[in-house]
């Protein structure tokens, strides 16, 4: 059986520059944070990111440069965040390719890239500006070779008549997850709501996985129903606890409100964004100085999971 | 008995949850649509069952999410699954009655923006979150509930960018386009709620809510509406707002957002 | 909450002649043939079926008379059955109208129906007859409402310029599946392989089915994770232990080698045909009296599962 | 020490056994291909996963499955899956090293029938199972290993039915059709083991097994076929031949069928 272990910063090396990237997680759940501000700190550039419903984790990674181009469906951290800020910020100034597609219509594309078609039909985005009007110039697509040809097309289903949009596979290169529970030999045990991690791990080249809990295989084998990605499919697994903050892990720690929303005003300016940079990413050589920074065990132990929860049903999240 | 007052978006909430009758499957986006169709479980409709794209079907939920992926949707919940489940099969496949949604802008045939304030599209002036499911709950359920704070610039003619189809360019423009669920039924919103004429989809207000007039609603509105059959919004009651503030946002944190 | 308990035979009531079916299950596994035998003795005629790795269930349907029409991939019962023979005795004689898919394409097919598109596309059959003859004649989809305009369509992926097949959706009346354990209100939990029991259930009109233990709900909710069929999907449940029997249902008992050989063994003649079916689906009035004929509790005790195996280990399984 | 005797099944799965190579995805059909993987793993690919279409994925069998849909193939499995996942992101995904099938008839260029024998499909002299995931591994996999009983009959010019794409026929057709896998790398039988040359996809007679010679293996080929090459197949090993009988079917289910 393959040992698949790494440490953090080896991790982050294998992951180059220009790279396109899926990132799993949703808004303020299970993104690898942990992961992220390592290639930051590493300097990598120029990604191309495919995500449907995303937080601050890439906001982040667009604040730092480290991003070309992002297609996506949404990004912001629920009402801690209502519109993620370099998002806005580099879109109004145009320092970011981007592209927009509906939820169901990256989750469509992933599939695709997972089941190895070369496209997937949808019902979806029918009538709205996301056929209309393209983010990528057809300049921009021609230039790169990790832009699909065209960003939709409407066909006129053969068997029914009836309308169905057609959107293009993604494949990238990788796929960062985190997750509750994985095994050196890289089976993955996601607990709570999926997301779409599944079919974007399927649908890259190599995939790297934090986890919360690095467990056997054996024990993730008495029940095999809710393993759902194949091992021969996960290249990487690296065992970072509170990796996901300052997003939540369903049964393990709850988001953490505090910090979102000094993230969020943060990063509403650049000074405050480069501040935000310092203190939590550059200025914190690993995973440990960046939970102290945050705040300790005090304030990580305010977020922890309840049992029979999922989440701490006593945590305040109005923040003054 | 001592009837309790309300606030704006109080109202809102409560009206939008009336639209949910009892058995629904109910499809709610993140913010006040939550709030609504949390409310309704704990009134009117105890047999709905809600669906976040998450991942999360049919919860219990005990404490209010603060966004769709939030693990407080999990709560009790009979399924928990991902955005390929819930778009692919429920969704799409023609299950959910009831989609509950927001947006930034709104215009006169309920078509929404989630993406992009601005004439040009690729150079905003304001760049939202985008989508997210938005334009898939509104293509695709049986029909959507639509929650806004009533504010001229927020209900233009014409949306900046046409993210979730409404009823398009009125008429059966939605039905030619080729989008096969059923389109607005309500836009809910601070003021009051706008309905749809059955065959050309021109907007009519339904109801005006207590202390709002059919004129306010005509000044925060920025296309045409008829207001000539609105009746009052019949106030929240005692128990729902009660509800509301005890129960479902003990915190604050939309209620007092 | 609804309760949706139903008694076998008023589930088969509700079950019309001419209705189109899913029956859930794979060769050997977990079929509801309890409720299908049920389903003879009501005397239901013109079944349309689509299925995938069908076995003598859905053999024991054809050769009772029940089937207009079969669309699938596979029917047999592995080395105990390696031809369904009711299967080849009625398309050699001309007596039932076919149409051959492969396993990938049916599943497809019922993908399709599950998500509302009205097409799946694939890259399987490709080079082979499945896509150069037909089962079905022009004039026969033309005259069938059940049926697909036509059996597959050739197209140029617009993004790559690579070949993909659609294949139609599949939608049917009714999906009739066997499971381990369903709660009143409609929650399903399969254990062991899923097959294709999701994707039939969701790409039906009514779903009914049967289930070896009847649990409360809140049992169900209690992982969620393990839940893949919505409630709101599912329309009857009937409480029908050894309700798959001659089939195995993983945790809960193994397949029935003896009755299996015997089946395919009466089977194979027209006269051995109508004396399995005297003995054992019109000449026993209910379950009860079925499991009696098979061999009662001797013969049902020897084909329990075994704690951490899911299936009998000491089975004999190589009948003289 | 005695060198065990081996009959003609068993050699058939020792060869095709000897096709996997340690650590790759292997994804076997009903009978002899079941054989030949879980041989496999106990002696030179213990790393090598086997994926059942049924929906065990990686498993750890101690008791041979009658078909892929038995609950034996879940034993200290890996994932317990479904058609949906198996075909979809493992098989056409791309991630199957080594589809290992059989079938009633095979032609020159490695095609399978087991959908219908004779040359009217519609009414045909006798039906067979159908193609199952046959076809879908022949289309979908890197490679392919048949393992077929070395008969005239079962082995003509040209299929009655295509149930499964070989090399089609011949030269570079199965890739002008679009086909993604890699086709058949060898077809073992009961007398040896056929390969194709790579350009023309012309077979040949790789090796001929203990007892048999290349002139049998012509009086048992219904096509033309080069065994100029030929070698003699080394023998089974006693260690194959024990665990083949001790091990991987100790009730004589397929080696005594």
Redesign the interface.
């Known amino acids: ?2 040992n698949k272990l790494l440490e953090l910063t080896a991790a982050a090396q294998q992951i180059n520059s220009g790279a396109s990237l899926a990132i799993g ?5 299970r993104h690898p944070t942990a992961l992220l501000r390592e290639l930051i700190r590493q300097k990598r550039k120029d990604f191309v990111v495919y995500a ?2 995303a937080g601050s984790e890439l906001d982040l990674l667009i604040g730092a440069g480290c991003v070309r181009r992002v297609e ?9 965040a ?3 800020p370099n ?2 910020r580099f ?2 100034s ?1 320092e970011l390719e981007f592209e ?6 990256m ?1 469509a594309r992933f ?1 695709a890239g ?17 056929l ?2 393209d ?1 990528l110039s057809p300049e921009s697509r021609e230039r790169d070779p990790e832009a ?3 960003k939709a ?1 409407l ?1 006129d ?4 008549k ?3 949009v ?1 959107v ?2 993604i494949t990238t290169d990788f796929c960062l997850l985190h997750v509750q529970k994985a095994s050196p030999a890289g ?1 993955v045990r ?10 974007m791990a ?1 649908a890259s080249r190599r995939v790297i996985v934090t986890c919360e809990e690095l467990v056997d ?1 054996e024990e ?2 008495r029940e ?5 990605i ?4 996960v290249h990487g697994v690296v065992h970072v606890p509170f990796g996901a903050h300052p997003h ?1 892990v ?1 049964n393990y720690y ?2 953490d ?1 505090d910090h979102l929303i000094l993230y969020n005003n943060s990063a509403e300016t650049e000074d405050g964004l480069v501040r935000y940079l310092d203190r939590f990413v550059y200025g914190v050589e690993d995973q440990a100085s960046y939970l102290n920074a945050v705040g300790g065990r005090v304030q990580l132990e305010a977020l922890k ?1 309840h049992s029979g ?3 701490n ?1 006593k945590l ?3 923040v003054a | 008995m001592k009837i309790l007052q309300h606030s704006t978006t109080e109202i809102m909430v409560v009206a939008a949850a009336r639209e949910i009758a009892d058995g629904e499957v109910v499809f709610a986006g993140t913010g006040l649509p939550i709030l609504g169709a949390m409310l309704a479980q704990r009134m009117h409709a105890p047999n709905c069952d809600i669906v976040f794209e998450a991942g999360a079907v049919a919860p219990r939920m005990l404490h209010l999410p603060m966004s769709v992926g939030d693990s407080r949707t999990l709560f009790g919940a009979a399924q928990a699954a991902g955005l390929f489940d819930v778009f692919n099969y429920i969704l799409q496949g023609g299950r959910v009655d009831v989609g509950f949604l927001g947006g930034a802008q709104i215009d006169r045939y309920g078509n929404l923006n989630s993406t992009a304030l601005g004439p040009d599209y690729r150079h905003p002036k304001v760049r939202l979150p985008g989508s997210g499911g938005s334009a898939d709950v509104s293509a695709l359920s049986s029909r959507t509930v639509i929650i806004a704070r009533h504010e001229k610039r927020r209900f233009p003619e014409r949306v900046d960018y046409r993210t979730s189809p409404g009823w398009l360019v009125g008429g059966n423009s939605r039905e030619r386009a080729g989008i096969p669920g059923g389109g607005p039924a309500a836009v809910v919103t601070t003021l009051g709620v706008i309905k749809y004429r059955p065959i050309t989809r021109e907007p009519y207000l339904a109801s005006y809510h207590p202390g709002a007039t059919p004129l306010n609603v005509k000044a925060e509105t920025g296309f045409e509406i008829d207001c000539s059959e609105a009746v009052e919004t019949s106030a929240p009651s005692n128990d729902e707002l009660e509800i509301l503030r005890r129960v479902v946002d003990p915190e604050g944190i939309f209620l007092r957002g």
Chains 1, 3 share one sequence.
């Not at chain 1, 997680?25 to 759940?29: N, R």
């Not at chain 1, 289903?157 to 029914?160: R, Y």
């Not at chain 1, 996601?190 to 599944?198: H, P, S, T």
């Not at chain 1, 194949?230 to 499919?233: C, D, R, V």
Request: some cysteine; hydrophobic content about 40%; overall charge negative.
């Open positions: 059986m393959q997680g949703f808004t303020s759940q449907h419903s996506a469906a949404y990004l912001a951290d629920g009402v801690l209502p519109i993620a998002w806005r879109i109004e145009g927009d597609y509906s939820n169901a219509a989750m599939t997972a089941m190895g078609l070369p496209f997937f039909p949808t019902l979806s985005m029918l009538g709205t500006d996301m209309e009007q983010g699909a040809v065209c097309v066909m289903c053969p068997f029914s009836r309308k169905v057609l293009p596979a089976l996601i607990e709570g709501q999926e997301f779409l991690d599944v079919q399927l295989d993730l084998r095999p129903e809710r393993n759902r194949p091992s021969f499919a939540g369903h709850d988001y409100p999971a929860f999922g989440y049903p305040r999240r109005r």
